[in-house]
């Protein structure tokens, strides 16, 4: 099939090299030139893993391009893929104004009957305004398509490459025909591909993640129990887990969720229940217990250094609002280096793949390091902030005798209590005994 992807981001350039790689003709577009320019010889604008040989492997062979003119590319598409940003309003509702301009573009572009199918995750009802967009210019008959996005960052292609589900909310037969031969090579093991009606589908999105921004707030919180009560939640969350009807995945405490998809859903669901006269209190309620979690690791490290942080140094490992991700956007990490540099700490900070995007918001208002050892120098405590895999079995004797006492504050949960009891280490983690 021809297809265009609009919007080349964390979603439309996985969603862009997949389709190419089961062999359809793909064209990803977007306003940024430099991105574009920078694809076209094969460097990514983000970090994703297993994605850049499959942009290479495509474009090589031709299945796989890169432009900033949309025209050209909805042209010869008989299906147009919407993965632009979504970002919050002010009043914390899903700003449409980037679906609805491409939309809109579309519509006048469009040379033959084309599915119209909405990647970005959009509020209930935006399907008829995208249509409507459309239809202003259409020429020639089209159909709308919601097909939410559920790929996680740092696991983005293997997700699209084996979804648990896929879900297409159409309106019309044709769009459901096509949609379903498109996803069909994504499906072979027998995953469903779920048709429903467009509201549905909408509605799908916001719930999956707002159930499971609930479930982290909820452990969150249960950590925080813990804490105060002499409870360990690493034997809880097992505990609860064992129990089918709960399981174990989404059970881990931390310092709060961020990215670009939880905390914004999670608003802009809010907002949707707001404007039709249905409260969710559970979400308004999981979104303040995030931003009090956000704070948390400021509160452990006044535990272990005092109340006064003024004139410390902090190392900080993990600046990305996740493992496996240079995304940096609502990043719990921004809340903690805001606090710290507001009291006068000076911090150096290691992240694998997210340090030249924390740079850009932070400039040098914190220093870097290359290697997670590099940020210990002088430092009074190691805050752990993101869960990167190299950080779960450190060298803790050159750890210890690189900061300038052994003091460690982790955010993730990555260490042994009993370990760093034994090698001397303060430590505090989260909802477990502190060593
Ligand atoms: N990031 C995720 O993990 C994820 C997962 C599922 C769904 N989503 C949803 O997918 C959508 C995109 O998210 P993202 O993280 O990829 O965003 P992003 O910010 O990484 O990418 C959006 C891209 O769209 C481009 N763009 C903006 N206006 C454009 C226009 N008029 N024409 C062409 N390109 C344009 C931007 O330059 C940018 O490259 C959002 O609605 C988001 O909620 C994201």
């Known amino acids: 099939m021809n297809i265009s992807v609009i919007g080349t981001g964390y979603v439309g350039l996985v969603v862009g090299a997949c389709l190419a790689e089961t062999g359809n003709t793909v064209s990803c577009v977007d306003i940024d030139e430099r991105k574009i320019d920078g694809l076209r010889k ?27 003119n949309l025209q050209d590319a909805v042209t010869s598409s008989e299906v147009v893929i919407i993965a632009v940003g979504t970002p919050p309003g002010e009043d914390g509702s899903a700003d449409l104004k980037y679906v609805l301009e491409v939309a809109s573009l579309i519509g006048e572009y469009m040379a033959r009957e084309i599915v119209v199918v909405t990647k970005s995750t959009v509020p ?26 559920f790929l996680k960052e740092g696991a983005a292609v293997e997700d699209f490459m084996r979804p648990d589900r896929v879900i297409l909310g159409v309106d019309s037969a044709y769009a459901r025909r096509v949609m379903s031969e498109l996803y069909a090579p994504f499906v072979r093991t027998g995953k ?3 048709v429903m009606d467009i509201s549905s589908a ?24 813990c804490d105060k009560l002499g409870a360990n939640v690493d034997l809880v969350r097992i505990g609860i887990g064992s129990d089918s009807r709960i399981g174990q995945s989404f059970l881990f405490p931390g310092p709060g969720f961020g990215g670009s998809c939880f905390p914004k859903d999670v608003r802009a669901l809010v907002k949707m229940g707001a404007e039709c006269g249905v ?20 509160q452990k490290l006044r535990c272990a250094l005092g109340t006064k942080l003024g004139g410390r140094r902090i190392a900080l490992w993990g600046l990305a609002f996740k493992a496996g991700t240079d995304d940096m956007r609502e990043a719990p990490s921004l809340t903690l280096i805001d606090a710290l540099l507001d009291e006068g700490v000076s911090i150096c900070a290691h992240d694998p793949a997210a340090a030249e995007h924390a740079r850009a918001l932070l400039g040098n208002r914190i220093d ?38 052994p003091v460690i504050v982790d955010g993730r949960n990555l260490y042994d209590v009993e370990k760093m009891r034994e090698l001397g280490v303060r430590y505090y983690s989260i909802g477990r005994p502190s060593a």
Request: hydrophobic letters at 40%.
């Open 124 to 149: 209930v009802g935006s399907s008829a305004k995208i249509a409507a967009a459309v239809a202003k210019h259409a020429k020639f008959p089209f159909h709308v398509c919601s097909n939410p996005e």
């Open 202 to 225: 909408e509605m799908t999105k916001y719930a999956a993640n707002g159930m499971l921004a609930t479930r982290i707030s909820f452990m969150n919180e249960i950590a925080n129990l």
């Open 42 to 68: 094969n460097v990514l604008p983000i970090y994703e893993p297993g994605l850049e040989p499959l942009v290479e492997r495509n474009q090589k062979e031709g299945r796989l391009g890169f432009t900033t």
């Open 192 to 194: 469903p591909i779920l």
């Open 279 to 298: 409260p969710l209190d559970v979400l308004a309620a999981v979104e303040s217990a995030n931003e009090r979690q956000k704070r948390l690791l400021l």
């Open 368 to 405: 870097y390091a290359e290697t997670n050892y590099e940020a210990l120098p002088g430092a009074d405590a190691l805050v752990v902030v993101t869960d990167w895999n190299e950080y779960r079995h450190p060298d803790f004797e050159r750890v210890k005798r690189t900061l300038r006492q």
